[in-house]
């Protein structure tokens, strides 16, 4: 079954080089964990804490369309192995209501580990998104 998105609901766009791709009405951003480790220190017997191995989060975007099929051979790219390109710099922008720019996500290092497509239908040319998700090298917010 086919889920209808209304475009003023599309309220995450992506881009990868300045190009926006894709629009996307849900994002959710996995939890981050980092691992604390302990070690003695000298001649201190007790274990000290500290920062361990910080883990990247996923990203999921939902319920999006595309006009472009550089989402899916970005995906088949990252399935054949790390090669040249297969990691992008992907820039998630959310926008309000008015479409004006309110947000700005950058996913570092990013590769798609999921992309699920909808049924496809002659009297359209865009592509509906299931869901897209991205595994990254980390993820910050822009002002």
Known sequence: MTRKVS?????FRIEIDGVPLARFSELVMGAGAEDPAGHPRGTDARAKRRAGLVKARNVTLKGGITDSLQLSTWRAKAAAGPLPGSRQKVVIVEVDEK???VARYVVNGAWPVKYESTDLKADGNEIAIESLELS???IELVP
């Not at 475009?7 to 309220?11: G, T, V, Y």
């Open 99 to 101: 479409g004006t720019d």
């Open 7 to 11: 475009p003023r609901n599309l309220r």
């Open 136 to 138: 990254s090298e980390g």
